[in-house]
């Protein structure tokens, strides 16, 4: 089965703070991108891409911290580490209507 090139929507305009759903990806090589807005002025959001071998306890492999406005704005990184789960977490969520996302590629 291939699986390079699949994208994998972690969390879908996310209003609030909190962890979304974990995924089991398989394979090793991942990216991760984050895009956000508000509906007006300036807002921020840290999105936090965390992993676990257990499922039950969470570590960060990494954080794309975004500054929001009304266009789209955009960040992401490359993984290379194994874990078997991976979910997306939103802390920091500010602005008017403010909404982010997280996609993983494999």
Same mark, same amino acid.
């Given at each position: 089965?291939?699986?390079?090139?699949?994208?994998?929507?972690?969390?879908?305009?996310?209003?609030?703070?909190?962890?979304?759903?974990?995924?089991?990806?398989?394979?090793?090589?991942?990216?991760?991108?984050? +895009?956000?807005? &508000?509906?007006? /002025?300036?807002? @921020?959001?840290?999105?936090?891409?965390?992993? *676990? $071998?257990? #499922? +039950?306890?969470? &570590?960060?492999? /990494?954080?794309? @911290?975004?500054?929001?406005?009304?266009?789209? *704005? $955009?960040? #992401?990184?490359?993984?290379?580490?194994?874990?078997?789960?991976?979910?997306?977490?939103?802390?920091?969520?500010?602005?008017?209507?403010?909404?982010?996302?997280?996609?993983?590629?494999?």
């Amino acid at each position: 089965m291939r699986l390079e090139g699949q994208v994998r929507k972690l969390l879908n305009a996310v209003t609030v703070n909190g962890a979304g759903q974990a995924y089991q990806p398989i394979g090793a090589r991942r990216t991760f991108q984050a +895009t956000g807005q &508000t509906s007006a /002025g300036a807002g @921020t959001a840290d999105v936090i891409v965390e992993g *676990s $071998n257990d #499922g +039950t306890n969470w &570590t960060e492999i /990494g954080t794309i @911290t975004l500054v929001l406005s009304s266009t789209i *704005s $955009n960040g #992401g990184f490359a993984s290379e580490a194994p874990w078997r789960h991976v979910r997306g977490r939103v802390a920091n969520l500010t602005g008017t209507n403010a909404a982010v996302s997280l996609n993983m590629g494999l």
